[in-house]
Structures are given as structure tokens and as C-alpha cells.
């Protein structure tokens, strides 16, 4: 057999083939990495802003403490995980079982964190609007911290659990994880709480809010400026097909489309803070989009 032949990791069609396949998989996963480096200094610069205005005692430090949560769960993904992840594909190094093993928990653990952290998110955005009066004595800081904590304790304690409970094996040193069927309960739960909640929980508060505004527009029109509505959107999987499996060109490049943009998520992130938020807008981002660049609101 020649030396230089390789079984092929999926069928050509007539618009996708193997070699224009694993082209753009490459080409992803080198932008995936840059835009990790990228996107780690923003959330350096949301985490140092949250923390101030959390000192300020501004009024509105539950928003900031939530979004500080998320931002450290979105952190662990962009600084080590994903990097760790991309670079071992592109085969530019070589981790020890111990460091895949490390990378693998905290992906798991920062992606339950980030998204609870975004249900709490709206939730508190939630309380905002429905009860302004009685949200400061509702939604208090000790409270705040208080849940935060209890958010990673009980991710840190679910993910150790389905490690302990062995709900999945480790393959190839653990470079790749494959979850047991008869331990599939585990896997729908933490689907549930990283992908369906938050989505869902962004729709309800969303729709709500809109509501809000449609039935007071008439009062809005007076003189109280119209709040901007943003929904941080997130969709979780975990996994995902392997090259491996022998499919079609097409359904490959269509299902690692969808898990490369499952990664995007912890890396535009930041970025919607600082375009949406006014208190963590860049005053260069304001002036080229004519936005304001003074906090006037809690949420907007």
C-alpha cells in the first residue's frame, strides 16, 4: 500500500470536497485562536470596569457582580480551554493527559458557570423592570454575591460529579471525551442549564420587556428615552461528530460550522458588553456610532 495514502474523513459531493474541507476547518481554528487571544483582553478590561463600579456602590452592582460571573466562566474558555483545544489540533503541541484532563473540566465548568451566570442576567433584568420600586430592597449585594458563589460551587460540584460518576470516557489521552449512553441523564442536564435555559430565559425577558415598552410608548414619547433592548444568545453543545466518522463532505462541514460557533459565543461576549452596555462602551466605539458614552441607565 503507498506510504503516502490516507482513508478519507468524509465522501465529496459535487460543492464540497475532502481537501476544501479540512482547508476550512484549519482556516476556522487559526481564527478561533487569535480571536481568543483578541478577545481575553476585553474581558481582562469587563472584569477591571465590573469590579470598580461594584466598589461605586452604584445601585445597580447585581447587574455588574452576574456580569462579572459570566465574564470569569467566558475567560476560562478564551485563555486556556479553547487555545489549549486549538493549538493540540493543529498539532502544535503535544499536552500531557494531565493538562488535557485539566482543559476538559474547566470547559465544562466554564461553560455551566457562564451560562447560569446569564440566566441570573436575566432574571435580575427581569426584577428591573417589573418591580423598579422594590428591586434595590429585592436584588441586594450580599445576595448577589452570595448566589454567585453558590453558581460555581454548584457547577464546580456537578462537573466533578459526572467526572467521578465516570458519565463519559476519555479517548486518545483525553483529548477527546465520549459520553456513555446509559449515563445520558447527566449530559441532558447540563444541556438543559448551558443551552436550552439561557436561550429561553432570554426570549421570556426579551418579550417582556417589549411589552413594557409597547404599552407605555405613548409615556416614553413624553420625554423618557426608549430603553435598548439587547439578548445575549448563547447555544451550548458539548458534542460533537468526530473526523472519524465517515459521512458526507457537506453534513461535516455543516456540524463542525455549528460547534465552531458554539465556541464564538465566550469570544463575542465581551464584545456585546462593550457595545451594548453604556457603562462598559469604549468613548471611541460611542463616537464612531454616535452613541452615548455616559452611563444614564441601569439597563438599557
Given at each position: 500500500?503507498?506510504?503516502?495514502y490516507?482513508?478519507p474523513v ?8 475532502q ?12 481564527f478561533l485562536l487569535?480571536?481568543?487571544?483578541l ?7 469587563v472584569?477591571?470596569t ?15 457582580i452576574?456580569l ?6 467566558d475567560l ?8 489549549i ?9 503535544t499536552?500531557?493527559?494531565?493538562i ?6 474547566l ?5 455551566s458557570?457562564?451560562?447560569?451566570s ?8 427581569l ?9 434595590t430592597?429585592i ?6 454575591v ?6 460555581w460551587?454548584?457547577c ?14 476519555c ?16 449530559y441532558?442536564?447540563?444541556?438543559f ?17 417589549l411589552?413594557?415598552?409597547?404599552s407605555?410608548r405613548?409615556t ?38 455549528f460547534?465552531?460557533l ?5 469570544i ?5 458588553t ?22 444614564s441607565?441601569?439597563y438599557?
Open positions: 500500500m503507498d506510504e503516502n490516507s482513508e468524509c465522501i465529496d459531493t459535487s460543492i464540497f470536497t481537501n476544501a474541507v479540512e482547508l476550512y476547518f484549519q482556516s476556522f481554528e487559526y487569535v480571536s481568543c487571544f478577545s481575553t483582553a476585553l474581558q481582562i478590561y472584569l477591571a465590573s469590579v470598580s463600579y461594584i466598589r461605586r456602590a452604584t445601585g445597580d452592582e447585581c447587574l455588574h452576574f462579572l460571573s459570566m465574564t470569569l466562566g476560562l474558555l478564551t485563555s486556556f480551554c479553547y487555545p483545544e486549538q493549538l493540540r489540533q493543529q498539532e502544535i503541541i499536552p500531557p493527559r494531565w488535557n484532563v485539566t482543559q476538559q473540566f470547559t465544562w465548568l466554564g461553560l458557570a457562564s451560562s447560569v446569564l440566566i441570573l442576567l436575566n432574571v435580575d433584568k426584577l428591573y423592570f417589573k418591580s423598579p420600586l422594590r428591586y430592597s436584588v441586594t449585594v450580599s445576595r448577589g452570595y448566589i454567585v458563589l453558590c453558581v460551587t454548584g464546580a460540584v456537578f462537573v466533578s460529579l459526572c467526572w467521578y460518576l465516570e458519565c463519559f470516557t479517548e486518545d489521552d483525553c483529548t477527546h471525551i465520549a459520553i456513555l449512553s446509559n449515563k445520558v441523564v447527566m441532558i442536564v447540563f444541556t442549564s448551558a443551552c436550552i435555559a439561557p436561550s429561553l430565559t432570554s426570549l421570556v425577558v426579551a418579550v417582556y420587556i411589552n413594557v415598552v409597547s407605555h405613548s416614553l414619547a413624553k420625554g423618557m428615552r426608549s430603553p435598548e433592548i439587547f439578548i445575549l444568545r448563547t447555544h451550548y453543545a458539548n458534542h460533537v461528530p468526530s473526523l472519524d466518522s465517515l459521512s458526507t463532505c457537506f453534513t461535516l462541514f455543516f456540524s463542525w460550522t460547534s465552531y458554539i465556541s464564538l459565543n465566550a463575542l461576549n465581551p464584545i456585546i462593550v457595545t451594548v452596555l453604556p457603562q462598559y462602551r469604549f468613548v471611541w466605539l460611542c463616537r464612531l456610532f454616535g452613541c452615548t458614552d455616559r452611563p441607565a441601569t438599557v
